[in-house]
């Protein structure tokens, strides 16, 4: 079954560190998407990528970095510079064409030690 | 995108239909409305989306009002596995991929 895989479902992060969640979907889809959602609220666009090695900024990418060299594969970092990272981060694809459903993946905690 | 507006929480039986309401008075004529749902600690996922016309699937029906500034997302029969937070957008999808979510409307579903 076609579908997205986040990993891993917890994380950890340190202090200082950098810690990359990884997103793959088999869809076929062009475009994928970073969502964070805190506790009670709705989803805020972190980043988003419509086509292999290319990705533009949402609403709060500050402290967070993406890449995209394969079709199926759009990572998070979260970097040390993003300092109230505890949240739960969803990852999405699509088609390209405007208004195509969104497909979401089950989400990462990401949570400071 | 235009604001939509939800309540907060929304109560319903077991096997009874659910009408989740939305308002978006703002929305433009080329403005689709998309409905989601996310259940506790998963993502969201869709459920059906429509721009003028009433649309039906195999997980629901939505009605959009003719002056397209409302829309309502029925569930025909409501089982425990439609609780969850439902979320309505509006997507004006023209050079946008962005799904703006707001804090939707939690259905609790009564056995």
């Known amino acids: 079954d076609g579908g997205i895989t986040q990993s891993p479902k917890y994380l950890f992060r340190k202090e200082g560190q950098n810690v990359t969640l990884s997103c793959e979907q088999n869809?076929?889809?062009?475009?994928m998407y970073w969502y964070r959602q805190d506790p009670g609220q709705g989803l805020r666009l972190i980043y988003y990528?419509?086509?292999?090695?290319?990705?533009q900024k949402g609403d709060i990418a500050e402290g967070y970095s993406v890449s995209r060299e394969k079709k199926e594969s759009f990572p998070l970092t979260v970097t040390s510079a993003q300092k109230n990272p505890t949240a739960f981060y969803l990852c999405?694809?699509?088609?390209?064409?405007?208004?195509?459903?969104?497909?979401f993946g089950d989400g990462t905690r990401l949570s400071i030690l | 995108d235009a604001k939509t507006t939800q309540p907060n929480s929304m109560e319903s039986n077991e096997e009874e239909p659910v009408h989740l309401p939305c308002n978006h008075s703002?929305?433009?004529?080329?403005?689709?409305i998309h409905w989601y749902r996310q259940l506790p600690s998963q993502g969201p996922e869709y459920v059906i989306h429509?721009?003028?016309s009433n649309v039906n699937n195999r997980m629901a029906s939505l009605a959009i009002a003719e002056d397209r500034k409302s829309s309502t997302l029925i569930l025909h029969r409501a089982t425990l596995r439609d609780a969850a937070v439902y979320y309505c957008?509006?997507?004006?999808?023209?050079?946008?991929?962005?799904?703006?979510f707001g804090k939707g409307t939690k259905l609790s579903v009564i056995p």
């Open positions: 957008i509006s997507h004006s999808g023209a050079g946008s991929y962005q799904l703006t």
């Open positions: 429509g721009l003028t």
């Open positions: 999405a694809s699509s088609y390209r064409e405007s208004n195509q459903p969104q497909h």
């Open positions: 990528s419509q086509i292999v090695n290319d990705f």
């Open positions: 703002t929305i433009s004529g080329t403005d689709y």
């Open positions: 869809l076929n889809h062009d475009a």
